[in-house]
């Protein structure tokens, strides 16, 4: 028998679970947060690492705009963004596109003839944003589960295209300029098959605006984790589950490795994917729910290389965010496609964090491509190599290149998967529904709404949440009538 008892045990790392434990903390839940690091960075040697850089998008966002209202994060939130200026910026061989309130200017001067085009193409894709946006800003819970909130949810998805619908028409199927839109939702988004209107959504907030908030996604997540803290929350990093305890079809309770007792609760809230869930219940055979959404498998993995180098080895025409293409109508895996972030300010060195889609996880795939990140750098940035004071990657296990040696480098973190999720999905955003199958097992992860990126984590966070409200309203009101008849 536990002597620790919580109403919400969050586990997993993604930001959708501690947006609904901050949530559920500020509402006056028990809530503990166990077994993830809260490190914003890392050390090699002299120079301060991000462990996950963030390109913020959507301020205006209703998702967004629920959680820090509910949470009193208005002001410290808009304190700690800065503005990217330009949005970002697109670098095509030859070409390079500031993303911006000029943008106009800047397809005229680098491809004029496709000036038209472009336009009537953020229009389009504004029109499919602004159109799930106002769906969003909605009472739904998303993804819908159920008869009748799917019903809603097809009922109000009538109103936007298909994932097969070309938004992007008015250019030549081959032109490079396809990629303005489609490198920001595709390192955006947490599904490998971008669609009509996670491209819409996605490549809209982008070029409205994009921020950067100092410590990346664990920079948000720590703001989200102090605030659980002012109230009844617990975050304890070292407590590493080893089992989801499930009694009679109910969640009981969570065992963690080291402990001879298990923490008792009522509800767990799960950051991570389906599949990772479904190991945590131990030998019990997960319901057809639950295996059907562990069987979706990553198509790639986020993979990070940071470089350091002096301020003065990099061009100063180098935005703080950047996407670069190879061969604009390809893959984007294998290093064809890279996202650049720019971290300035460090001294008299700058950080520049290169992620690229790895769609071979293994050491040796890991290695290649690294291997070929280095070499698409040399293309884009000439002469940088030479300068580079450090170089390392928090997930290939590789030493660090250019430090001097004695270092030690904290052991290699997991990669963020980009799901893969073929068919159907409600109003081409959703993926695995909330509920699991099991009485108060709920997920709450980037698997949710993985056509949103984090505007979707920031809803299911905020779905998850009001689920577990539903469900205590009810279990009060059961009460209360029991009260009432006796």
């Known amino acids: 028998m536990s002597s620790d008892f919580y109403d919400v045990v969050v586990l997993g790392a993604d930001l959708a679970a501690t947006v609904a434990g901050a949530v559920l903390s500020h509402r006056g839940f028990r809530v503990l947060v166990a077994g993830v690091p809260v490190e914003e960075r890392y050390s090699i040697g002299p120079y301060v690492l991000p462990r996950a ?28 963004l800065e503005p990217n200026r330009p949005a970002y910026q697109l670098l095509l061989g030859d070409h390079r596109i500031d993303v911006g309130d000029d943008l106009g200017r800047e397809i005229g001067r680098e491809m004029p003839d496709a000036l038209a085009g472009v336009e009537a193409t953020a229009a389009k ?49 081959d ?5 303005l839109h489609r490198l920001p939702a ?25 921020f950067r908030i100092d410590g990346g ?43 001879n007792e298990s923490v008792g609760c009522t509800h767990v809230l799960c950051g991570m994917g389906a599949d990772r869930v479904a190991l945590l219940l131990d030998g019990e055979k997960p319901n057809k729910r ?63 964090s290169i992620e690229a889609m790895a769609s071979d996880p293994s050491p040796a795939g890991l290695a290649s491509l690294r291997a070929k990140v280095r070499a698409r750098l040399e293309d884009l940035l000439p002469f940088v190599d030479r300068h580079l004071l450090a170089v390392h990657s928090p997930h290939d296990g590789i030493a660090a290149e250019r430090v001097e040696p004695g270092h030690v480098a904290p052991p290699p973190i997991a990669m963020d998967p980009v799901w893969s999720m073929p068919g159907q999905r409600a109003l081409g955003v959703c993926g695995v529904p909330h509920a699991t199958g099991i009485k108060h ?43 009432e008849g006796s």
Request: aromatic residues 4%; neutral net charge.
């Open 53 to 80: 850089p963030l390109a913020f998008v959507g301020m205006e966002s209703p998702a967004l705009k629920r959680v820090v209202g509910e949470l009193n994060l208005v002001q410290l939130l808009r304190r700690k």
């Open 125 to 173: 894709l504004a029109e499919v944003s602004a159109t799930l946006e106002s769906i969003l800003s909605q009472d739904l819970i998303l993804p819908p589960d159920g008869f009748w909130d799917r019903r809603d949810a097809n009922r109000v998805g009538a109103r936007l295209p298909d994932d097969e619908t070309d938004l992007q028409a008015a250019l030549p199927v």
């Open 175 to 179: 032109h490079p300029l396809r990629a």
């Open 186 to 210: 595709a390192f955006a988004a947490d599904l490998a098959e971008v669609g009509a209107v996670s491209l819409a959504r996605l490549g809209d907030l982008h070029r409205r605006g994009t």
């Open 217 to 259: 996604r664990q920079g948000l997540r720590s703001l989200l984790l102090d605030r659980l803290k002012t109230h009844s929350g617990d975050v304890r990093p070292d407590l590493v589950p080893e089992r989801i305890e499930i009694k009679r079809g109910k969640v009981a309770g969570v065992r963690f490795e080291g402990r």
């Open 290 to 352: 639950l295996a059907e959404a562990a069987a979706f498998k990553p198509a790639y993995h986020r993979y990070l290389l940071h470089l350091v180098a002096p301020l003065d080895a990099l061009p100063d025409a180098l935005g703080l965010l950047a996407f670069a293409v190879g061969n604009p109508n390809g893959d984007l895996d294998n290093a064809n496609a890279l996202a650049l972030h720019l971290a300035d300010g460090y001294g008299q060195h700058a950080v520049l």
């Open 441 to 483: 097992l709920l997920l709450a992860s980037r698997q949710v709404l993985p056509g949103l990126g984090l505007e979707g984590e920031l809803a299911a966070g905020w779905g998850a949440a009001r689920l577990v409200l539903q469900t205590e309203r009810k279990r009060d009101l059961v009460k209360g009538a029991v009260l």
